[in-house]
């Protein structure tokens, strides 16, 4: 299975300000995907980052709210801008493994909180 | 409206004793079904797997049963251990703009009593 880190591992942040998110994978990875987890919640889609081309967004998310970078194979990064306290969630990467569709790999989340 | 359906919000079990947790969905586009275990401030991670073609997937002490008909899979872990206590996701994929893409329950949460 793929090795995904992410940084920052949690951060507390101000109303209206921005967060940069990024994720780094052990290997080359076509598609990316970033996802949110709200407390209580299941994980929620937000978009899939596939290298070379803009990120596809999931209905409810944009990209001026969650702008998406992928310069290469290995890596991404999510911005979660003009946040509010409704942004407080776990985000975490997530890469796809094996054929089919068969299983997914998960980072370690980033625990957002915004006061 | 949620397409993945984890009725039960917690569990708890006896050690040693048989933990089932169950997942319903809606969408019959569905082709893979998973089950990822998730610990306090780690990222969910895999543990088993089963096709639509298929009615059960065995790997160890966990078995995922699938009945398509009535939508609904499962997934058993025996003998339970204090170490499966997590939250356990059910999650289904489908192909969707060109990727596989999962969709995701609210997850159990298992507690396993020593």
């Known amino acids: 299975s793929a090795v995904i880190s992410q940084k920052p591992s949690r951060d507390i942040c101000q109303r209206g300000t921005s967060l940069t998110i990024q994720c780094q994978v052990d290997?080359?990875?076509?598609?990316m995907f970033w996802y949110r987890q709200q407390p209580g919640q299941s994980l929620t889609l937000i978009a899939t980052?596939?290298?070379?081309?803009?990120?596809?967004?999931e209905s409810g998310f944009v990209i001026d709210k969650f702008p998406i970078s992928r310069p290469n194979l290995t890596f991404s990064t999510l911005t979660v801008s003009n946040m509010s306290p409704e942004d407080s969630s776990i985000y975490l990467c997530?890469?796809?493994?094996?054929?089919?569709?068969?299983?997914?790999?998960f980072g370690p989340g980033t625990r957002l909180t915004v006061l | 409206d949620q397409q993945v359906k984890q009725n039960s919000p917690s569990l708890s079990v006896q050690e040693g004793r048989i933990s089932i947790l169950n997942c319903d969905y809606t969408n019959s586009m569905f082709d893979y079904f998973l089950w990822y275990k998730k610990y306090p401030a780690e990222g969910p991670t895999f543990l088993i797997s089963i096709s639509s073609i298929k009615d059960k997937n065995e790997d160890g002490r966990f078995t995922v049963f699938l009945n398509k008909s009535a939508k609904h899979l499962s997934l058993h872990i025996v003998p339970s251990q204090p170490g499966d206590s997590a939250v356990y996701f059910c999650a289904a994929s489908e192909i969707r703009a060109g990727s596989y893409q999962l969709t995701f329950g609210k997850g159990t949460k298992l507690s396993v009593i020593p």
């Open positions: 980052a596939n290298q070379g081309s803009e990120a596809t967004y």
């Open positions: 997530s890469v796809e493994q094996g054929a089919s569709g068969t299983r997914n790999d």
């Open positions: 290997s080359q990875v076509t598609m």
